[in-house]
C-alpha cells in the first residue's frame, strides 16, 4: 500500500500534444485508484478516478486506464491546455489513500 | 470548490511554538481525514476519524501531534513544541455522499523559523 511509483516526475508538451503520466503500486487489495491535480498553493483536486472492476474511463480529454494483473494505472490528457499545468498525483487505495510523488505538467503555449 | 474549508491558510511560526489547525467540512460526512504534504511529495496519511473517534494514527504522528473531532463535525489538529521539520501544507480531507472519494480542503501552510 504504502510503494506507489509516478513517473515522470516533471514533463513538458506543446499545447495539444498528448502527456500520459504512469504509476505502479504493489498492494494488490487495491480496489480504487484516483488521480488529483493540484495548483501552485491549492489542496489537490480529484479529476478522474477508476475502480478496479473496470480498465479504462474517459471523461472528455481525460482518460485513465487500469492494468490489475501488471498493478499499473495510467493517466491520459488529450489536447492539453496552458491550463493544464499543475502537478498531478496518483493515489492507490484499500484502507487508505497512499499517494505518489507527483508529476510537474507544463503545457507550453 | 470542495466544500471544505481550512483555517489559518498559512502560519508563521517559532520553534517550540504551539500552533492549532482547523478543518470544517460543508456536510458532516462521519469520516475526515489529516494529510501532511511536503515540498515535492504527496499528501502523507497522518489520521482520520470517524464521526468523533480517532480510529487510526499514522507512525508519522509523534506525540506532539494531537488531533480532534469533538462533535463529529469539525476537526483540530494541534502541534506542540513545533520543529523546522514541521514546516508542510496540512490537507484535510472528507468524502462525499456515499463515495469513498477524498475531497480536499486547500490546505494550511505552516512555516517553522
Known amino acids: 500500500g504504502e510503494n506507489v511509483e509516478q513517473h515522470p516526475s516533471t514533463l513538458s508538451v506543446q499545447e495539444g500534444d498528448s502527456a500520459v503520466i504512469k504509476c505502479t503500486y504493489s498492494d494488490s487489495a487495491s480496489n480504487y485508484f484516483p488521480w488529483y491535480k493540484q495548483e501552485l498553493g491549492k489542496g489537490p483536486q480529484l479529476i478522474i478516478d477508476i475502480r478496479s472492476n473496470v480498465g479504462e474511463k474517459k471523461d472528455q480529454r481525460i482518460a485513465v486506464t487500469l492494468n490489475k494483473t501488471a498493478k499499473h494505472f495510467s493517466l491520459h490528457i488529450t489536447e492539453t491546455q496552458p491550463e493544464d499545468s499543475a502537478v498531478y498525483f496518483c493515489?492507490?487505495?484499500?484502507?487508505?489513500?497512499?499517494f505518489g510523488t507527483g508529476t510537474s505538467l507544463t503545457v507550453i503555449p | 470548490d470542495t466544500g471544505v474549508s481550512q483555517n489559518p491558510r498559512h502560519k508563521i511560526t517559532k520553534r517550540g511554538q504551539n500552533v492549532t489547525f482547523r478543518c470544517d467540512p460543508i456536510s458532516e460526512h462521519n469520516r475526515l481525514y489529516w494529510y501532511r504534504q511536503t515540498l515535492g511529495q504527496g499528501p502523507e496519511f497522518l489520521t482520520y476519524f470517524q464521526n468523533e473517534a480517532q480510529l487510526e494514527k499514522s507512525r508519522l504522528l509523534s506525540d506532539r501531534f494531537s488531533a480532534e473531532r469533538p462533535k463529529g463535525s469539525f476537526s483540530t489538529l494541534e502541534i506542540q513544541r513545533t520543529e523546522q521539520g514541521d514546516s508542510a501544507m496540512y490537507l484535510c480531507?472528507?468524502?462525499?455522499?456515499?463515495?469513498?472519494?477524498?475531497?480536499f480542503g486547500p490546505g494550511t501552510r505552516l512555516t517553522v523559523l
Open positions: 493515489a492507490e487505495a484499500g484502507n487508505q489513500f497512499y
Open positions: 480531507a472528507t468524502p462525499r455522499g456515499s463515495t469513498d472519494t477524498q475531497y
